[in-house]
């Protein structure tokens, strides 16, 4: 795992309620049952969004966000983490998480500054 992986693994993981494990060999991070995000081998993150942001992405930042054949029907964007602005995908990371969490967990998260 790269620095800037781990960077954005540390990230995930100060989202309450989600948990790291393993899927296909690779790190995957869920709330509850629900995949938030997965890395895969070559550098690049699975991350689950709806379908107007993902738009977004794909439009304003090609380099770093992606489609392949294989995810397009799906609620799924693919990040180059390498290529990806930091602080942008930080965002991105949160605001998918504050859609996947149950309520409280995003209140419990309240008053604390943005990752």
């Not at 977004?56 to 029907?73: G, N, S």
Request: hydrophobic share 40%; charged share 25%; proline share 8%.
């Amino acid at each position: 795992m790269t620095d800037t992986s781990e960077r954005v693994r540390q990230t995930l993981l100060t989202f309450p309620g989600i948990v790291e494990s393993t899927a296909y060999g690779s790190p995957i991070f869920k709330i509850g049952k629900t995949m938030i995000a997965r890395f895969r081998d070559d550098g690049v993150m699975v991350l689950k969004v709806d379908a107007m942001t993902r738009d977004v992405m794909l439009d304003t930042e090609p380099a770093a966000y992606f489609l392949e054949d294989h995810y397009r029907p799906h609620p799924l964007v693919l990040v180059r983490i390498l290529l990806a602005e930091p602080h942008r995908l930080n965002a991105l990371m949160e605001q998918c998480w504050k859609e996947l969490a149950p309520k409280r967990l995003v209140g419990s998260r309240l008053g604390k500054p943005p990752c």
